[in-house]
C-alpha cells in the first residue's frame, strides 16, 4: 500500500505540490489528473525518490520513505514507468531486461521469504505477459515502435518486483490499440495485488482503468472520486477539470522544457512512428528514425 501525508514538494524554493494526501491500497489503481503544469510529475518524482520532498511523508506498506535516494526508495519496493518511456538507444530489449534484473533480498521469517519467491517478477515471467518483447529480443531501443517500447519501460519496472508502480502519462502518443492494450496490462498489475498509482492529464484514462481518482489544480487536490461512480457519470471528472484553470506551463518539470517536441507533437523526444501506428517516443541518445512501410 502507498500512503501520502501532507507531501509537499518543489524546486529552487518555489512549491508546487501543497500538502497532498493520497491513498493506494495493494490490487488498486489510482489516477491523479490534471491539466499541464498541474503538479502531476513532480508528484511522480517525488514518489520515486527524485525529489526531496519539502515536508509529509511517503510510505509503503507502513515503512516511510520520503526523501530517501532512488536506488533506496526502489529497493523499498516503488517502480518507476516515466514519461517518455526513456528506454537506452544502443541496449536491445534483452539487455535491458537483464539490467533490469533484480533479484530479491531474503526477508525476515521463513513465510515472508517464500511469499515474495512467488510474486518475484523474472524476466520469463514479464516475457509471458508481454510476449511481444520476447519477439524483439534483439532489437536496440531505436527500433522499437512508441508502444513495444512503453512496454520495455513498463517490464524494466516490474522486474525490480515493485509493490507499488509509478505510472507517468503511459499512453501518451500511443496509437489508440496500444493504449487500450496498455490499460489492460495496468487491470492486470493491480489483480497481481501491486498498488498502481498513474499520472494523465486524460480524464477517459482514469475513467476506463481507476478504482479511485483524483483531481490536482496548481499543486492542490480539488476534486476526489470513487472509480465505480465515476464510470456511470463520467461527466463529473470532466466537469471537475474544466472548472480547474488552465496553468500557462507547459509542464509541471523544470526538466521539460529541455525536451524536444517531436514531429508527432507528442514532445516526448523521439519523432519517429511505429508500425503500430505509435510515436516511437525518444529512447536515450537517439533520434528515432521514421518507420517505413516495411517496418517491423
Request: hydrophobic share 40%; glycine share 16%; proline share 8%.
Amino acid at each position: 500500500m502507498l500512503e501520502l501525508t501532507g507531501l509537499t514538494a518543489g524546486y529552487d524554493g518555489g512549491t508546487v505540490l501543497h500538502e497532498l494526501d493520497l491513498s493506494v491500497p495493494a490490487g488498486s489503481v489510482h489516477a491523479v489528473v490534471g491539466h499541464n503544469g498541474a503538479g502531476k510529475t513532480t508528484l511522480v518524482n517525488t514518489v520515486a525518490g527524485l525529489l526531496r520532498p519539502d515536508a509529509g511523508t511517503v510510505r509503503v506498506n507502513g515503512r516511510d520513505v520520503g526523501g530517501r535516494p532512488a536506488h533506496q526508495v526502489a529497493r523499498a519496493g516503488i517502480g518507476l514507468v516515466p514519461q517518455g518511456r526513456r528506454v537506452f538507444a544502443s541496449l536491445t530489449v534483452g539487455e535491458h531486461l537483464r539490467l533490469s534484473y533484480r533479484p530479491p533480498r531474503p526477508e525476515k521469517g521463513d513465510g515472508g521469504r517464500a511469499a515474495r519467491r512467488e510474486r518475484t517478477w523474472t524476466p520469463e515471467r514479464v516475457l509471458e505477459l508481454l510476449p511481444r518483447l520476447g519477439e524483439r529480443r534483439g532489437h536496440r531501443g531505436t527500433e522499437l515502435s512508441g508502444g513495444e517500447q512503453q512496454m520495455l519501460a513498463l517490464a524494466r519496472a516490474l522486474l525490480g518486483t515493485p509493490r507499488v508502480l509509478l505510472l507517468d502519462e503511459p499512453t501518451e502518443g500511443l496509437a489508440p490499440v496500444v493504449a487500450r492494450r496498455i490499460r489492460e496490462l495496468i487491470g492486470t498489475l493491480a489483480q497481481e495485488g501491486i498498488s498502481v498509482l498513474l499520472v494523465s492529464p486524460s480524464p477517459a484514462l482514469a475513467v476506463q482503468c481507476a478504482d479511485a481518482v483524483t483531481v490536482l489544480t496548481s499543486g492542490r487536490v480539488t476534486a476526489r472520486f470513487d472509480g465505480g461512480p465515476l464510470r456511470s457519470d463520467p461527466g463529473a471528472l470532466h466537469a471537475a477539470l474544466e472548472l480547474s484553470p488552465l496553468s500557462p506551463a507547459a509542464d509541471d518539470s523544470p526538466s521539460a522544457s529541455a525536451a524536444s517536441t517531436g514531429a508527432d507533437g507528442t514532445g516526448t523526444g523521439g519523432t519517429g512512428t511505429g508500425a503500430d501506428g505509435a510515436a516511437a517516443g525518444g529512447p536515450l541518445g537517439a533520434r528515432v528514425p521514421d518507420a517505413g512501410p516495411g517496418a517491423p
